[in-house]
């Protein structure tokens, strides 16, 4: 079965281990890139909100593939926004495994909802995995766990809410005073 992995990456961990993936299962990889990187808290937004976010023109072409291994880090409980633009890109009729890559946390209160969105393509879920990744500072390679149990961490959507936009109003204000100088 022809296989594409696709992934995001902010810190480096997901990348490493859609590299290793790749090489396990023989498959292609892409990486998706954001046109515009955002600040943190804004991206954290995004993916709690589901909002889209630009990404660059996909290289492969995804008919090609009878499988599509989507790479996402976890952003409070939530694939990131590239994911979500990336899952609207799908073509109808694909085998889609997602893994979830996080310091520990899953996306327990997402993952429904993700599965919806790829299922809405018109796509089938064959897999769902949320892996925790934690480098091996002695050896210098990354040590995985799939999660059985997860983390809970919806009580932190209303403060990470909160805490970006109190960050896109003092941006706002911030570039609001440069320009009047």
Not at 25 to 50: C, L, Q, S, T, Y
Not at 67 to 89: E, F
């Amino acid at each position: 079965m022809k296989t594409l992995i696709m992934y995001y990456s902010h810190s480096g961990n997901t990348k490493a281990l859609a590299n290793e993936k790749a090489e396990e299962v023989g498959a292609d990889i892409e990486e998706i890139i954001e046109a515009k990187r955002p600040f943190m808290p804004i991206g954290i937004h995004r993916a709690v909100n589901r909002i889209r976010t630009e990404i660059t023109p996909i290289k492969s072409h995804l008919d090609d593939y009878e499988k599509i291994i989507i790479m996402s880090p976890v952003w409070a409980d939530h694939p990131v926004s590239a994911i979500y633009s990336l899952i609207d890109c799908l073509p109808k009729g694909k085998q889609v495994e997602l893994i979830m890559v996080s310091g520990g946390g899953g996306t327990r209160s997402s993952s429904e909802g993700t599965k919806n969105l790829v299922t809405d393509r018109g796509c089938e879920v064959v897999g769902y995995t949320n892996v925790a990744v934690k480098l091996n500072r002695k050896t210098g390679k990354l040590e995985t766990k799939t999660l059985d149990k997860e983390i809970n961490l919806s009580y932190l959507y209303p403060i990470v809410t909160v805490i970006g936009g109190v960050l896109l109003i003092a941006g706002a204000y911030g570039l609001g005073r440069m320009s009047k100088k």
